[in-house]
């Protein structure tokens, strides 16, 4: 892990940086929108909130992402990495049928979606891999 993390370091500051750019411009977003909240436009807690059951996708998808980027896996084939792709972009897809038809309920405890989050982070891992081409490894 040490060598990991020495070898990456400015990968590892290029990430810190976008993630902490992208929650500064969410956390401004839900200031505008709090500021606007007597008007009736929602912020994010709101709508997360009342829409629980319809964004299960999200907490899988967030999941996923999360381990794509910090526990990738490498093969040599693009197919592998294609198949895999597909394979994790048809459960989002069914998991979003599943919300938007009400087939969740709409109160989905934390449990759940702690679950839900662990799982998609699991299936990416196990399912998604890179393709990693020879000429990017030397």
Known sequence: MKTYLTKNVRRLKTIKIVLAVLLGVMIVIDIVLV??????WPTFSKVVFDTQGQLVWLSFLFGGL???IFYNRK???FGQ????????????????LLGYFGLFPED???????????F?????YGVWPQYL??????
């Open 75 to 77: 093969v040599p084939t």
């Open 66 to 68: 999360v381990a794509k």
């Open 133 to 138: 081409n020879h000429a990017q490894s030397n």
């Open 120 to 124: 998609g982070g699991f299936f990416a």
């Open 35 to 40: 500021a606007l909240g007597p008007k009736g």
């Open 81 to 96: 990495e294609l198949l895999g792709f597909t394979s994790f972009s048809i459960v989002v897809f069914l998991l979003f």
């Open 108 to 118: 989905v405890s934390n449990e759940i979606q702690l679950a839900v989050l662990l």
